[in-house]
């Protein structure tokens, strides 16, 4: 131990690990020195994985890494390492699948032994403390490891070295090359249905997650073929979701999943990843089918990542809050006993919350079964004929008692919120909150989202070293998604503003993604730069595809590629986007619906994106109207570019747009939809506009 009143952990940046200082147990973080210190003791390493967020793993903290007895046994036998998996995601993506692979299951906590050069060749997820019939605990597994390590060496050494190559092979098997055509959306889009809950929406049983690429595909698929079925399966799912406990029907925003099937008791963290794809899905939505649902469950994500999760002055959004309050309750801060509504509300205001909600004296979770999770029960006009109300008299009690629940609430001690500022993170929301300004009309939004922009290149970018992982010290090499989602955020903040030093950005940031990144020989993006410190013997390289959880990295640089083609006609971005979908397209049917990132960008790729060019004058009502009217339609891959004459006379316009639209007087108001550099002829009447862009790209075939 280092320190007399903690271990080594006590001045890390992360807020996971300095929760661990106190602790007995001689913890290193990831680096050089953990893994010398193991290589001069003979020892091998505990790897212990876990976030902020994460229930178990404070469970896994307070039963075995507080306990003196089990801490002694550790720092006696082990060089025990802590590793944030929000911090070190690459650490993470490495071990998680050798450890499901010797143990049949992964997730947090990551409790992996590893060789003194970083190879695992045991471990699991959570263990309890003490033997629990035929499960080991976790004081029995640590006696026996350090003993297999000591007496059966050659056996260990053979199952590192096993797993080592098992893991390499796996992810090598990852990609496959093939030709690509839209059919191959097929497949995808297939398991989308074959997996669909028709009664309570979703995908599969249980526990549940958001697939919020699968709903945009779906949405997309939908729009563009006219089958039915597809916005069903979207629509449904949506619905069932909003309703749900899983969505905190008083506060704004999703929890993480769903531990049932019908989206009611949530696991509570939540997480800024989830909420941006799941805002861009209900923005998607609502565009399509103009449900008030939609549009107040997107409005409710913006408020609570707005007031809960970013930095009004800076700009910039958190990455989570936590589930608990402390390491006895379940989510008790989002729960509710029927005794807390009747405290907080007047008896007509409960009468018609715990109509609405479901509320009863039995409430949801084990550890409390009093403790309500609040669900739409009862629809509003159900709900008032039920207590003999108008349906008005409902909703107005109903949003009085909201009010005054969230009141309450936040009176209580809240969950802590982890206030790194990740820059892939906050790149994806930084694109949903400018879509969602965009369609619902809110340039509040529009506004912010281009604050954390600024501050995201400000702060997180180097021209030596590119993106950082996450904003502050000590600095932190950015990964793949630190690179494509940021470059992605900048063309959407040109897109949003005609401002050329975002495009000018977005190319550098793509420079480097190819200096870096690519891989020439074979396509496709490896997670690590080429410069990056290596792991260890345990250094494989990674090509992200897979949806888990959010979008799949390489498949967002294929659309990343693709869209600056369209705006400069630059022949490499266009060569990059092919040979990372090429890349991957044999593959396609082992991943199905883990794959819908990939079958977004199969469909941008073969159609182009889609431009719609608005001139006008600064100020001109009929261009503003042609404006509003293009961005409630919803189509992927749309840019929406209001050009002005002073925009048009300064040069903002990338070249391969300029050569299109140049010739347009840029005075007058009318629109102008292109896609492939083929413009429609302009218009200057919006509804003619949004019917134009609907059939954009129409005659490109698509699978059925």
């Not at 390499?168 to 995808?188: H, M, W, Y």
């Not at 089958?227 to 029907?249: C, F, H, N, S, W």
């Not at 989206?263 to 990843?273: A, G, I, R, T």
Request: with cysteine; net charge negative; charged share 25%.
């Amino acid at each position: 131990m280092t320190e007399s009143n903690g271990n080594r952990l006590v001045n890390s940046r992360s807020p996971y690990l300095r929760s661990a200082a106190h602790q007995p147990v001689d913890w290193h973080e990831w680096g050089e020195e953990a893994f010398t210190r193991a290589r001069v003791e003979d020892k091998p390493v505990l790897l212990d994985i876990g976030a902020v967020w994460c229930h178990w793993c404070h469970v896994i903290d307070r039963e075995s890494y507080d306990n003196p007895e089990i801490a002694a046994l550790i720092n006696r036998l082990f060089v025990p390492v802590k590793v944030d998996r929000d911090e070190r995601p690459d650490i993470d993506a490495r071990y998680q699948p050798a450890i499901a692979a010797l143990s049949g299951q992964g997730g947090w906590p990551l409790t992996a032994f590893l060789t003194p050069d970083g190879r695992p060749f045991f471990g699991g997820t959570y263990f309890p403390p003490e033997d629990v019939m035929d499960r080991p605990g976790f004081k029995s597994l640590l006696a026996a490891v350090s003993r297999a390590w000591q007496d059966r060496r050659s056996e260990v050494e053979s199952t590192a070295g096993a797993l080592t190559e098992a893991v390499a092979k796996a992810e090598a098997a990852g990609e496959g090359r093939g030709s690509i055509d839209l059919s191959l959306v097929d497949a995808i889009t297939a398991q989308c249905a074959e997996l669909f809950d028709s009664v309570h929406g979703g995908f599969g049983q249980s526990p549940k997650f958001p697939h919020a690429t699968a709903i945009d595909l779906l949405l997309e698929r939908y729009q563009y073929t006219g089958r039915p079925e597809l916005l069903t399966i979207a629509q449904t799912t949506l619905e069932k979701m909003a309703l749900g406990g899983v969505y905190d029907q008083i506060g704004g925003g999703f929890h993480r999943y769903s531990v049932d099937r019908i989206w009611h008791v949530p696991h509570f963290e939540k997480m800024s990843y989830d909420n941006s794809e799941l805002l861009r899905n209900y923005v998607h939505a609502f565009q399509m089918t103009g449900d008030p649902l939609f549009r107040r469950t997107a409005e409710g994500i913006l408020v609570w990542t707005g007031s809960v999760l970013s930095d009004p002055d800076r700009g910039g959004f958190f990455a989570s809050q936590d589930a608990d309050i402390s390491l006895e309750d379940d989510g008790d801060y989002f729960t509710w006993t029927q005794a807390e509504i009747r405290r907080a509300l007047s008896p007509e205001e409960a009468r018609v919350a715990e109509t609405y909600y479901g509320v009863s004296e039995t409430g949801d979770m084990h550890h409390n079964p009093a403790k309500n999770v609040l669900a739409v029960a009862l629809g509003p006009a159900d709900g008032a004929r039920l207590l003999n109300l108008s349906e008005s008299e409902f909703l107005e009690t109903l949003e009085r008692a909201r009010v005054k629940l969230y009141g309450v609430r936040m009176a209580r001690p809240t969950p802590k919120i982890d206030e790194t500022v990740y820059v892939g993170w906050n790149a994806m929301m930084v694109s949903a909150w400018l879509d969602a300004a965009g369609a619902m009309n809110r340039p509040d939004c529009r506004q912010f989202a281009l604050k954390t922009l600024d501050r995201l290149w400000a702060e997180g970018w180097d021209e030596e070293t590119g993106f950082a992982h996450f904003l502050g010290e000590p600095p932190s090499p950015g990964l793949l998604d630190d690179h494509v989602y940021p470059a992605l955020a900048l063309l959407d903040g040109f897109e949003a503003t005609l401002d050329r030093r975002y495009f000018d950005a977005a190319l550098r940031v793509a420079g480097r993604l190819l200096a870096r990144f690519y891989d020439r020989q074979n396509g496709g993006f490896f997670d690590r730069s080429g410069d990056a410190p290596p792991l260890g013997a345990f250094d494989i390289r990674r090509k992200p595809f897979q949806d888990s959880p959010t979008p799949g990295a390489n498949s967002a640089a294929a659309i990343l590629f693709d869209r600056l083609f369209d705006y400069t006609g630059e022949p490499a971005y266009r060569e990059a986007a092919g040979r990372t979908l090429e890349a991957f397209g044999g593959v396609i049917g082992n991943y199905g619906m883990f794959a819908a990132s990939y079958g977004l960008a199969l469909i941008v790729h073969e159609r182009r994106p889609i431009d719609v060019v608005i001139t006008g004058a600064e100020g001109d009502l009929a261009a503003y109207e042609l404006e509003r009217a293009a961005a409630r339609v919803f189509r992927l891959a749309k840019a929406v570019l209001r050009v002005t004459p002073s925009a048009l006379a300064a040069g903002v316009l990338p070249p391969g747009l300029a050569e299109t639209v140049g010739h347009l007087p840029a005075g007058t108001p009318q629109a102008l939809v292109c896609v492939r550099n083929a413009c429609q002829p302009p218009v200057s009447r919006p509804d003619e506009l949004a019917a134009l862009i609907a059939r954009a790209g129409a005659d490109i075939a698509a699978p059925n």
